[in-house]
Structures are given as C-alpha cells and as structure tokens.
C-alpha cells in the first residue's frame, strides 16, 4: 500500500478522486445481514502511535460477538476531509485479524458525505471491498434541514440536488449523527441499517462499543489480537 505519511495534500486530493472511481454501490438491499462491526481509532495527544479496535455484533441484536485489536503508527496529521490516510492503515491491521469478514463495518466518519465522495469509510471500503457505511458525530458536508426531535427522526442532507446522506436523530432532542454509505450499499438501505443499531445513546451501537473497546486497549487493559466473546452459529 502506499506510504499516506509522504503524500502532500494535493497529492491525496488526486489519489482521492482516482478511488472515487471504484466506488460501488451495488449489493441488493435484500442480502441479509447477520454481523455488523464497528471501527475506531484511540491515541494519547501527541503520539504517532495509533490504535484499533473492530468490534463485532449481531445484527439486528447488537450483542457483542467478537473483536479484533491492533496498533500501527501515522506521521499523517489531522486535517478535515482526510481522516482515512491517518487512520485507514491501522484499521486495515485489525481488519486482517478477524478470521471472518462482517457482513457490514460501521465507520466513525463519513462516507460519500464528503466533498469528493471519500470520507473514511468509502476509503476503508474501497481498500477492502467490504460494505461500509459512515456514522459521524459532526456535520463536515452537505446541506440539511434538522430533523425534529424525535428519536428516529432525520432529515435528508444534499450536495445541491444530489442526496448523500441523513441526519439522524438517534436520541429524543439529541444532536443527530450523520450517516452515509461508504461502500457497496444504498442510501435507504445505510439508513435503515443504522436506523436498527440504535440503542440508549446518541452514538449507534457499533461505533460506541468500538470507542469503548479501543480506549481500553489503549490503557492496557486490553491486548492486541482477536478475541472470540460468544460464539456466532456458522460465522466464528
């Protein structure tokens, strides 16, 4: 893979808009899904040392299953717009951990939601060609209406008149969160998916207990590997 901590920023914007040609949004809406993950990043300020964790759940149940966890390191810095050439690599370590690959991955980030269509969980589906959608706890693109306060309201969010995402309202009176797919799935088929993960708080299940999890292994409570919590029947 490419060496993303030697890239200049219009040399990312070029390889950006080069991945954008392998999007794909192709799986039937009908395949049904029986694991979801959730994907995060945790690191102390100031360190070039990452870590992740990628959770896995039932789906539509959303009881923990199984985890994988992982460091690597990233000279590439923050800047909005390209999370995933700083965070990508490391996910991409936990990702090769787990023995059987999730029907869905969850993404704290955004997906097509994003000027050229590549935010982190496009860019982790294109890697991976594995179907991804972007649940984000900021607004960083598109424009919206707010949803009512409601919990499962949303509210569409558009580039002009090209519909990329929702705002979803996940928790009555609660900021939303903004989902978009990454990779492989609709636009309703994300939501509704989403929709589903919904538990007791504002972040859906799968990115909560991703941040849950990689924070612990960040303070050592945890190890690097892949853990098996229960068993999944024909999965794991």
């Given at each position: 893979m490419i060496d993303y901590n030697q890239l200049t920023v219009p040399e990312v914007i070029a390889l950006q808009k080069e991945m954008r040609k392998d999007l794909r949004?192709?799986?039937p809406d009908q395949q049904p899904i029986h694991t979801?993950?959730?994907?995060?990043?945790?690191?102390?300020?100031d360190s070039n040392l990452f870590y992740a964790?990628?959770?896995v759940l039932s789906y539509p149940q959303m009881t923990l299953k199984a985890y994988s966890l992982a460091t690597g390191i990233s000279d590439f810095p923050y800047i909005p717009g390209f999370l995933g050439f700083r965070e990508v690599p490391t996910l991409l370590e936990a990702w090769e951990l787990l023995p059987v690959k999730p029907d869905v991955v969850v993404l704290d980030g955004q997906g097509i939601l994003h000027p050229r269509r590549m935010g982190i969980a496009s860019h982790f589906g294109v890697l991976t060609h594995q179907?991804?959608?972007g649940c984000a706890k900021n607004s960083l693109y598109g424009k919206y209406k707010e949803p009512n306060g409601l919990k499962y309201s949303f509210s569409?969010?558009?580039e002009q008149s090209t519909l990329l995402g929702y705002a979803l309202r996940t928790k009555e009176n609660s900021k939303p969160v903004y989902i978009s797919p990454g990779?492989?799935?609709?636009l309703p088929k994300s939501l509704l998916i989403m929709k589903k993960c919904v538990g007791k708080y504002r972040i859906p299940e799968p990115t909560r207990?991703?941040?849950?999890?990689v924070n612990e292994f960040r303070i050592g409570?945890?190890?690097?590997?892949f853990k098996l919590v229960e068993q999944i029947p024909e999965l794991f």
């Open positions: 949004f192709e799986i979801i993950a959730g994907a995060d990043i945790s690191y102390n300020k964790a990628i959770v179907a991804t959608i569409e969010m558009h990779y492989g799935l609709s207990l991703a941040h849950e999890v409570k945890l190890k690097a590997g």
